[in-house]
């Protein structure tokens, strides 16, 4: 067992942990953060994306201890404290950019970092940024709306 | 049927209501199936077999027991209670290939599982399993893979519809075509899993389970258990994802819930990704065989048909015979014949078993069928629209050669139109200045017909059909009203169509409905979620038993208002008396006098606000339309770029264009896949060799163009309130047309390829032939 010290979702954690433990498995087994998904636990679907000191990162291409002394984000911190769903969530939801859902928080947590540089998004900008998440429910396009939409001011 | 006359309003049905479920989703509330956890539950993990073909010597797991947090390790011998799997089909001839859960004496294919190791957590399981030793010794593959099924086919059937042998004498043009349609993987985002938990004082099996079908799933597991249905519950939270792979009842869903029952604690299996590719939900593997007859001016007579599927080492559930079977009886598609005649099978194999995959047979046969077509148009001399314009059935209804009855489509309508949209005729002269620079441009049309909301009046492909689904509708003391579902919801938005239906009845909003699904504890029996049923089904289900509850609410009306019942009318969460604003009851209040009054309850008899009701549509609905794709091919690397996808879609009354539209837009992307990326490969002996999704190639969202869509509404005759079911339409449709896009822009060296995904060696390949 090791000791870590990681914040997660602007709580410091303290935690031992097996070295093998995946910092997905983490998340969604010891700290009961199940919407961060695993869908192929080798980094080719993003499902697991979270926000490793404000960038994505595979969940399921890290070990926990490599995330002693960092910030972690989930989506379970991607809405407002008051509840109010992220620019991002409100597009996706409005553009039915989600079917099962499952992908869902992989996607957003990949692609939040990118909305707040301020930038707008051009379509194929957008494909490029999502290209490593993979969604079998909804061919993308409604995904693609709703980032361009929500990219500009 | 038009029931809408039952409706207090049509507000929210029809509309782009926003989905309901999406905000649990969206914020990582909602659980899935794979994020169940219970208190002192333990991970199970799988030996499988290394080998395709061989028998089992030994299996020693004397070294897992000791390795830490190791609790069990599950053999043959253990599991030797549980009644072995079984396909249901029931037809002359079909011979059976039972599957013992975890069979002692021989394996049939790479991933097979041998045996189970149950640990702390799914880290100590497979610990344990990696130090089990298991010795197995090849076998000949001359060996039949089934006791009973020499030459491993174990089922086939050929049949004849009109003079077929004359017709081919007859014609001026016979065309014939050979392409094989490619193994593929269903590969749902969340894979499969399951928690068992048994509770001994109630003697009660829950399982939180992957499954399209609860109420089936919780039969089949009873059964392979010795258990009562009664004493079983399934459950499914929520479910990433499915596409007909979720259908059957595996071996591995039985290990955990035998291992549950023995541990007397809660056992949690996850399908791996790899696990999912090597021993999952494969689907699709066809080969196939056309030839047609054609008169002179280019009339299509007749066609011949030949399938074989290899449907792996067992046919489970009805998945293997649905993909043989539908394809040939979806040749004739919206072609006008005089003739056809089939000859199908399935054989089995040392590979992973096939389960359904959306667009199931109809994908194979719409594909080549298609493929055929524009071939004859070449070999004809004849534009290859021209030649469906002279070949397609005229919108209306149509009986097919056949003998199946579609109702009215807009067949000709969908086509032409998906024409203009691609601008067919500008895009022939741009495809042929292209040419002149070294370009290739194609585009490849395909119209399709889905029959859907299949019950008892008919099964798919010739297979004996039946069903039997209900609803459940009540309204509670605040007025509230609830409805539970046949069907299980896993991303098709059930939780927002069905509560649009219910608030039009009842004069609600959409956010007033509760809607349950996936429990067998508070839903009726129904059949699930499968072979784009659902839109038919709920409407009828829930049409018939909001009639009796709003019945029942109108009478407690009567009673309360002094008026007569033919006065009453639901407005705005109310019953009042129509032209009198001030005479209006809130439900909750009329719920509250159903509860309690008792000069209510007399003079209803049975007050019960909650009715059940069954339905099962008198025949399938046919939703139909058109996929039209253009492509630009390298002539350098075989590279295909795909410029535009044009759908033309028609499934009657639309519940919810959105949901349709989503409907079809993973649809067009999965056929995408079918037709460029997606292949499952075997080598020459047996091994996997696409077991990461590093090797097994998914559409990305740089994979696929914007997809364009525009609707057509012929409604329904036979669905509830004219509603035609959709989804697996456009997603069988879409690889024909963007094949033919390619061989298009590739022809005539398209004659070379026999074999699907065009991957960019083949093409490159085929343009290399002379």
New interface residues.
């Given amino acids: 067992m090791t000791r870590v010290s990681i914040e997660v979702n602007g709580t410091v954690e303290e935690l031992d942990v097996?070295p093998?433990?995946l910092l997905a498995?983490l998340l969604?087994?010891r700290l009961?953060?199940?919407?961060?998904?695993?869908?192929?636990?080798?980094g080719?679907?993003g499902?697991c994306t979270v926000l490793l000191d404000g960038a994505p990162v595979r969940a399921c291409l890290m070990f926990s201890v490599q995330a002693n002394g960092r910030s972690v984000r989930?989506?379970?911190n991607?809405?407002n404290e008051a509840g109010e769903?992220h620019p991002l969530?409100r597009a996706?939801?409005?553009h039915?950019g989600?079917?099962?859902?499952?992908?869902?928080?992989g996607i957003?947590m990949a692609i939040a970092p990118l909305l707040e540089s301020g930038q707008p998004l051009e379509?194929d900008a957008?494909?490029?940024a999502?290209?490593?998440?993979?969604?079998?429910?909804?061919?993308?396009?409604?995904?693609?709306d709703a980032v361009v939409e929500a990219s500009r001011p | 049927m038009n029931d809408w006359p039952l409706y207090a309003q049509r507000r929210w049905a029809g509309k782009r209501v926003q989905r309901l479920e999406d905000p649990g989703m969206l914020t990582g509330a909602t659980t899935y199936v794979t994020d169940v956890r219970l208190p002192r539950m333990l991970e199970l993990a799988f030996i499988r077999s290394p080998a395709p073909n061989a028998r089992i010597v030994s299996i020693d797991d004397e070294g897992a027991r000791s390795v830490p947090g190791v609790r069990a390790v599950l053999g043959p011998e253990d599991l030797s209670h549980v009644h072995p799997t079984m396909d249901f089909v029931e037809l002359d001839g079909a011979l059976k290939t039972p599957r013992v859960t975890l069979p002692g004496d021989r394996v049939r294919y790479v991933g097979e599982p041998l045996a189970a190791v149950v640990g702390d957590d799914r880290y100590a399981a497979e610990d344990g399993a990696d130090a089990v030793i298991v010795a197995l010794e090849p076998l000949d593959d001359h060996e039949p893979i089934h006791d009973g099924i020499p030459g491993d086919r174990y089922f086939g059937q050929a049949a004849a519809y009109g003079d077929v042998d004359a017709t081919f004498a007859r014609a001026e043009h016979v065309v014939r075509r050979r392409l094989a349609f490619q193994r593929v993987v269903t590969s749902a985002i969340e894979t499969c899993g399951i928690v068992a938990d048994y509770d001994a004082a109630g003697e009660e099996l829950t399982c939180y389970l992957s499954t399209q079908m609860p109420h089936l799933a919780r039969a089949a597991l009873a059964e392979a258990l010795g258990l009562p249905v009664s004493h079983v519950r399934v459950i499914c939270p929520a479910m990433g994802g499915a596409f007909g792979g979720k259908e059957v009842m595996l071996p591995e869903y039985l290990c955990a819930a035998a291992a549950a029952i023995r541990l007397r604690r809660p056992v949690r299996w996850v399908e791996d990704r790899s696990e999912a590719l090597t021993a999952g939900a494969h689907g699709k593997e066809a080969g196939a065989e056309l030839e047609a007859a054609f008169d002179g001016d280019g009339r299509l007579r007749a066609i011949r048909s030949r399938f074989v599927s290899d449907t792996g080492a067992y046919s489970s559930g009805i998945g293997a015979y649905v993909e043989f079977m539908v394809a040939a009886f979806t040749v004739p598609g919206l072609y006008r014949l005089d003739g056809y005649a089939y000859d199908t099978g399935g054989i089995v194999s040392h590979k992973a078993p096939l389960s359904p995959f959306r667009g199931v047979g109809m994908t194979t046969s719409q594909t080549v069928r298609e493929v055929l077509v524009d071939d004859a148009a070449r070999a004809l001399g004849i534009d290859r629209m021209e030649l469906r314009r002279r070949n397609l059935v005229a919108d209306g209804p149509w009986q097919t050669v056949l003998g199946e009855h579609y109702e009215p489509g807009s067949w000709r309508t969908a086509f032409e139109r998906a024409l203009e949209l691609i601008d067919y005729e500008s895009f022939l002269e741009r495809q042929a200045a292209a040419r002149t620079d070294g370009r290739l441009l194609g585009v490849g049309v395909s119209p399709f017909v889905e029959a859907a909301g299949l019950g008892s009046a008919g099964g798919a492909g010739g297979l004996p059909g039946t069903s039997h689904d209900n609803a459940t509708v009540s309204i509670d003391l605040s007025g509230r009203i609830t409805v539970a579902l046949p069907t299980f919801s896993h991303g098709q938005g059930h939780r927002t169509t069905a509560a649009q239906l219910v608030a039009d009845m009842f004069a609600v909003a959409p956010e007033d409905v509760r809607v349950l699904d996936g429990d067998t504890a508070r839903t009726p029996f129904g059949m699930g979620t499968f072979g784009s049923r659902s839109g038919v089904f709920i409407a009828g289900t829930v049409s018939g038993a909001g009639r009796i509850v709003r019945d029942k609410l109108l009478r407690v009306a009567e009673v309360l208002l002094e008026a007569a019942y033919e006065d009453l009318e639901l407005v705005d969460g109310t019953v009042g008396v129509r032209g009198a604003p001030s005479r209006r009851i809130p439900l909750a209040a009329l719920s509250g006098a159903a509860h309690f009054a008792p000069h209510v309850r007399a003079e209803l008899g049975d007050p019960t606000l909650t009715a059940t009701a069954f339905f099962d549509p008198p025949r399938p609905t046919h939703s139909n339309g058109t996929i039209a794709a253009v492509v630009e091919v390298d002539p350098g690397t075989g590279g295909v770029k795909i410029e535009r996808i044009v759908v033309v879609e028609d499934c009657g009354t639309m519940l919810n264009p959105t949901i349709v539209e989503g409907q079809i837009r993973g649809g067009v992307a999965q056929g995408v896949g079918l037709a460029l990326l997606e292949r499952y490969v075997y080598d020459g002996a047996g091994q996997p060799q696409t077991t990461t999704l590093a090797e097994y190639l998914l559409p990305r969202a740089t994979d696929l163009p914007t997809i364009e869509i525009e609707h057509l509404e012929t409604p329904s005759e036979n669905g509830t309130a004219g509603i035609k079911g959709m989804a697996e339409g456009p997603a069988s449709a879409t690889p024909a047309a963007v094949v033919c896009a390619v061989f298009d822009a590739i022809a005539p060296h398209s004659d070379a390829i026999h074999e699907l995904p065009l991957r960019p060696e083949t093409i490159a390949a085929a343009l290399a032939t002379p």
Avoid: F, S, W
């Fill in positions: 097996p093998r433990l498995d969604r087994d009961g953060l199940t919407g961060t998904k695993i869908g192929c636990a080798m080719a679907c499902a989930t989506i379970e991607l809405a769903l969530q996706l939801r409005e039915h989600l079917q099962c859902g499952y992908c869902t928080p957003l379509p957008v494909r490029e999502i290209a490593g998440n993979l969604c079998r429910c909804t061919g993308y396009d409604t995904i693609v």
